[in-house]
């Protein structure tokens, strides 16, 4: 190119790629494809969440859905998203009018993308059980108490002579109003049996909101007024229905441990964070009874603090971890060897060889109702002495023989064998006959024979208890089975009853009637191993066989029996049993889980295991029969102070207290039949006790919420009558959560639909007019004169050169 050349003439060059990152970075996020690629991301992230095998459960992350979709890579997949949208929009689609319904799409989504993040942000989300009423009790013979008004809530007030028992027998929703101005009327009772001590019982029944109505009832003879003349039989026992007030909700999805000091009401809170919900956590098999039929549970520990709360927290100072889950167990008592003291048990499992059908029985030899299984087939019993076999195995009558020593002819001892009917069962009220032992100065009499006598150690004892007289004097001997424990009886008048040694001039051997069972575990002497004694139907010799832990012995051609496992000093221990999975109710959520929690202070450990509860009560009565679970773990603290533990959800303080003042149920036509399905929808009527003045009464129904101080409120549950316990409708479930936002995701999704019906309907209209002007133009000049001459031809000078416009 020569100087002075007119650069005009000269074609544009093409711009070469952006070198500035942030040039670079801008046409990244204008990027088509990113958006794509995010979209892509976006919809596997929510469909291995939501659908299929369901990832989110597994031991990696332990998430439910929510958790799942408020994770850091749904919200930065969400940012990115965002951004794409905006960069892409404002440098690829010019603001006009024909672009306006994308526009509005791609801004509706922005609005909806970030209005539910901060929806999720501040999202609360709970229930809160409400309770209809509770009762004040006043009497000079105690402090004042209160009690929940549920059926079978029940209270000790006073000591000693002043203690009295309430108990709520009855609740009626409905209560037929009979008399007076309120005639008709049906309205809520509660019927209270007073129980004081040294005093005839009777039943209060109090009406809700009409106490004028309250009288007593006598049981067996009716209304007080028509035994008495007056309604009320103690006029210094006062009771009242007042209002039951909740100041809690409690989150769902959330976890928090529990604290009081024993015997207090208050609990103090710890939340608990990432606690897994769907696998099953130990450090060791030996926490946990295996499920059967279920393969071992997998060593996978886990160790999560749990910080200190607020309030008063009697675990304050101490290092609280929660070591081990489970998702669905409960605990069961079993025994286990390494006690201290004698206490044999054997784990014993009778299998048909030919159809391999088997039955496992836990026997313990010194526990009556445990020691024998198969109806009285299968025995555990223990022997002190091996003299003690020889008898074991054998059917025979009770037996007693007594030998005097030197008192037979010639200094010889003396014998006599009670004859069996003395031995028998009979009247208690016929007084025994005294039996002479010929040639001898003694005589006896059988009182009456004990069989399975329960001994402070555990032991089965029998006994014989008779009366001998002689030169010597009257006695009466206790005669056991166990020779050692041979006594005689000193009645001293009075309470002052003595055991002592046996006198020597007599001695006592009693057997007590036996019916040999099937297979007989003999355990001991000592600590070997235990032997079979198979008892002969024919009343042959028994068979004497050893039993090998985890052997099996034929009894006959049909049963085998495997002592699984035994110890002669076995202690009971409480685990959690695995339940297998077959057998679990897929809609039980959490009420199964249980947590292993470890407490250390002083350098000191001590652990429990915890069942999840729904709510943290602050006493039995609210367990309403069994309703909800109220379960607190007593555990004993390193440093020697005692504590209640609860394991359940974690809870904030409501908005303000809220008090139940009517529960209604809406049926379809016919009334309530006592089915669900003939209820059209539940309704509760609510009212908030604020500090600055108490709400109007709030309507709330299952599908029609109803708003206070932010927050929305709904039927969550309810309390269905239950025949022969309850009649129901004594407390109502509400659940709450805030709508944090809600109108903004409504209003983004709103501009994205509308901006697509202005793309695919008012766009092409648009564009369709502008065509139709532009021919319109177009045919214009065509008709004009002269639009169709030829171009003058151009100037020498400007041959070959544009001409730019």
């Keep these: 190119m020569s100087p002075g050349q007119d650069h005009s003439?000269?074609?544009?060059?093409?711009?070469g790629p952006p070198r500035g990152p942030i040039a670079r970075l801008l046409n990244l996020f204008s990027s088509v494809w990113l958006g794509i690629g995010l979209m892509t991301f976006l919809f596997v992230y929510m469909s291995i969440g939501s659908a299929g095998y369901v990832i989110r459960q597994m031991r990696a992350f332990e998430m439910t859905e929510y958790e799942w979709f408020h994770w850091w890579p749904f919200n930065a997949a969400i940012a990115l998203l965002v951004i794409?949208?905006?960069v892409a929009t404002l440098r690829r689609i010019p603001f006009r009018v024909v672009n306006l319904g994308v526009w509005m799409i791609h801004t509706g989504i922005v609005i909806l993308c970030v209005s539910s993040v901060a929806y999720f942000g501040f999202k609360v989300e709970g229930d809160s059980p409400v309770f209809r009423r509770k009762i004040v009790i006043e009497s000079p013979r105690h402090a004042p108490v209160e009690l929940v008004a549920l059926p079978g809530a029940s209270v000790v007030a006073g000591v000693g002579p002043d203690a009295v028992r309430y108990r709520v027998t009855e609740t009626r929703p409905d209560w037929p109003i009979l008399s007076g101005d309120d005639a008709g009327k049906r309205v809520y009772s509660v019927s209270v049996s007073v129980e004081p001590a040294g005093a005839d019982p009777f039943v209060r029944q109090l009406l809700d909101g009409h106490p004028q109505y309250t009288e007593d009832i006598i049981p067996g003879q009716g209304r007080a007024v028509r035994v008495t003349g007056k309604?009320?039989?103690?006029?210094?026992?006062?009771?009242?229905?007042?209002?039951h007030t909740q100041e809690w909700f409690y989150h769902v999805n959330s976890w928090a441990l529990y604290a009081r000091p024993s015997g207090q009401r208050e609990w103090s809170q710890r939340p608990i964070r990432r606690l897994p919900r769907y696998n099953d956590y130990i450090a060791t098999r030996d926490w946990v009874w295996p499920a059967e039929g279920e393969?071992?549970?997998?060593?996978?520990?886990?160790d999560i603090p749990v910080p200190e709360g607020d309030g008063a927290d009697p675990l304050a100072g101490a290092d609280v971890r929660v070591t081990g889950f489970l998702r669905y167990a409960f605990g069961e008592q079993r025994w286990v060897a390494g006690g201290g003291e004698?206490?044999?048990?054997?784990?014993?499992?009778?299998?048909?060889?030919?159809?391999?059908?088997?039955?496992t029985y836990d026997l313990a030899a010194f526990d009556m109702e445990k020691r024998s299984a198969e109806n009285g087939e299968l025995v555990l019993q223990w022997i002190d002495d091996e003299r003690e076999l020889a008898d074991i195995g054998r059917s025979g009558d009770a037996s007693l023989t007594l030998r005097f020593p030197g008192a037979g002819p010639d200094g010889a001892d003396a014998f006599a064998a009670a004859p069996p009917e003395t031995l028998a069962a009979r009247d208690p009220a016929q007084e025994p006959a005294w039996i002479d032992v010929e040639g001898t100065g003694f005589a006896y009499r059988v009182r009456e024979v004990v069989e399975d006598l329960p001994m402070s150690d555990g032991r089965l004892i029998s006994i014989a208890v008779l009366d001998v007289r002689g030169p010597e004097g009257q006695i009466t001997r206790w005669a056991s089975n166990v020779p050692e424990l041979t006594r005689d009886f000193d009645d001293g008048g009075d309470a002052d009853h003595t055991l002592r040694e046996p006198a020597p001039w007599v001695e006592a051997t009693f057997l007590p009637s036996r019916l040999a069972p099937r297979a007989t575990i003999v355990a001991g002497p000592g600590e070997g191993h235990v032997r079979i004694v198979l008892g002969d139907d024919e009343g042959g010799e028994p068979r004497i066989v050893a039993a090998p832990v985890g052997e099996t012995v034929r009894v006959d051609d049909t049963i085998g029996l495997t002592v699984a496992s035994y110890s002669p000093t076995a202690r009971l221990e409480m685990r959690p049993l695995i339940v297998p999975m077959n057998q679990r109710d897929k809609d039980a959520g959490s009420n199964y889980s249980l947590i292993r929690v470890e407490i250390t202070r002083a350098g000191r450990a001590t652990a429990a295991w915890l069942p999840f509860h729904m709510y943290a009560f602050e006493d039995a009565n609210y367990a309403y029969g069994g309703r909800f679970r109220y379960s607190p773990v007593r555990v004993r603290l390193p440093d020697g102070g005692d504590v209640e533990l609860l394991f359940g959800r974690r809870r904030d303080p409501l908005p303000a207290p809220v008090a139940l003042e009517d529960f209604r149920l809406i049926a379809h036509v016919g009334g309530f039949?006592?089915?669900?399905?003939?209820?059209?929808?539940?309704?509760?009527?609510?009212?908030?006790?604020a500090e600055g003045g108490d709400s109007a009464p709030l309507s709330v129904k299952t599908n029609n919420p109803a708003g206070y101080d932010g927050f929305r409120f709904f039927q969550a549950m309810w309390d269905p009558p239950e025949p022969g316990f309850t009649?129901?409708?004594?407390?109502?479930?509400?659940?709450?959560?805030n709508r944090v936002a809600v109108g903004w995701q409504l209003f983004g999704c709103t501009l994205s639909v509308v901006g697509m019906l202005y793309a695919f309907y008012v766009k092409p209209v648009i564009k369709r007019r502008r065509q139709?002007?532009?021919?319109?133009?177009?045919?214009?000049?065509?008709?004009?004169?002269?639009?169709?001459?030829p171009a003058a031809s151009p100037s020498p000078a400007l041959a070959g050169a544009e001409v730019s416009r």
């Excluded at 039949?673 to 006790?689: A, L, M, Y």
């Excluded at 133009?777 to 002269?786: C, N, Q």
């Design 295 to 302: 393969a071992p549970l997998p060593i996978d520990p886990i």
């Design 772 to 789: 139709e002007r532009v021919w319109a133009e177009v045919d214009a000049k065509r008709a004009s004169p002269g639009a169709l001459e």
């Design 231 to 243: 309604p009320i039989l103690d006029d210094q026992l006062r009771m009242s229905l007042a209002e």
């Design 84 to 86: 794409n949208l905006v």
């Design 673 to 689: 039949t006592g089915q669900v399905s003939s209820i059209r929808d539940w309704e509760s009527i609510v009212r908030f006790r």
């Design 342 to 359: 004698l206490n044999p048990i054997a784990s014993v499992r009778l299998t048909n060889v030919q159809t391999g059908a088997s039955r």
């Design 9 to 15: 003439t000269e074609p544009a060059k093409r711009r």
């Design 727 to 737: 009649a129901g409708l004594n407390f109502t479930g509400l659940g709450i959560g």
